[in-house]
């Protein structure tokens, strides 16, 4: 069964989503059998490389409130995070355009094609998170990009090469493009094999329905027949197997 997310670096309800979404697949009896795929969107791609102010202050000005209600907002979302184990930190953030960041991710997952064993774009991907919200990292810096991919095993040589060169680009441009065909407008959006769509952060209990419908869709139980042998070795199609419901046995 094949998940496919799209989501972005720079949103904070990604990072609690993909926990969430974690939580349910590590329960779900099939999950070795279940391929996560994940998609690039950009929230605000007209941002600049680096943007010079604060994440108080460019919310606050995109989406034209005040500041201390960005405040408040932060602190509800931080202490959402906190029940996922995760440590926001909202004053260090830098602001940045998360593009670059998702060259890299598909970089790692072109390595996944060859090696699905390493898991590579689920580690850029989750170190991408935590760099911008938990470690107030510049996720379009070269240098911080270039340390990411190699924790998740990428060679240094091959991830500068392809930041230079931009061999991603078209590859991120794609996966948005596909966002906009599928109607997603906001992230993080979850997939499950290419019928049943949830959008948001949605409790784990959601994440769990989802993998099971699809699954159950995916792999109908098909039920056999057991016929008994009469004594002269006929079959007289009796079902031998007893079982008891509701209204006794």
């Not at 029940?83 to 997952?109: C, M, P, Q, T, W």
């Not at 170190?127 to 070269?142: N, P, V």
């Not at 989802?210 to 042998?229: F, G, H, I, Q």
Request: with cysteine; glycine share 8%; aromatic share 8%.
């Amino acid at each position: 069964m094949n998940v496919d997310i799209w989501s972005d670096i720079a949103c904070p309800w990604c990072f609690i989503g993909k926990r969430r979404f974690e939580k349910a697949l590590a329960e779900f009896p099939h999950k070795d059998q279940v391929t996560v795929t994940w998609h690039s969107f950009q929230l605000d791609p007209s941002l600049p490389e680096r943007y010079d102010g604060t994440e108080l202050e460019y919310l606050s000005q995109r989406k034209g409130l005040p500041e201390d209600r960005v405040a408040q907002m932060f602190e509800q979302v931080t202490h959402v995070a906190a029940g996922e184990g995760l440590a926001y930190d909202f004053s260090a953030i830098v602001v940045a355009n998360s593009f670059r960041g998702h060259e890299l991710l598909h970089l790692a997952k072109d390595h996944d094609a060859s090696n699905p064993e390493r898991r590579a774009a689920d580690a850029v991907k989750d170190a991408l998170l935590s760099a911008h919200f938990e470690q107030g990292k510049d996720i379009g810096s070269r240098e911080v990009l270039v340390g990411i991919g190699t924790a998740a095993g990428l060679a240094e040589p091959e991830i500068a090469a392809a930041l230079d060169a931009g061999t991603y680009r078209d590859a991120v441009s794609a996966d948005i493009r596909e966002a906009q065909m599928l109607g997603i407008q906001g992230v993080p959006f979850f997939v499950f094999d290419r019928k049943y769509g949830v959008s948001g952060a949605q409790p784990a209990e959601v994440f769990a329905q989802a993998l099971d419908t699809a699954w159950r869709e995916s792999n109908p139980l098909v039920m056999m027949a057991a016929a008994r042998d009469d004594a002269d070795g006929q079959t007289d199609g009796e079902l031998t197997g007893q079982a008891c419901g509701p209204e006794g046995c």
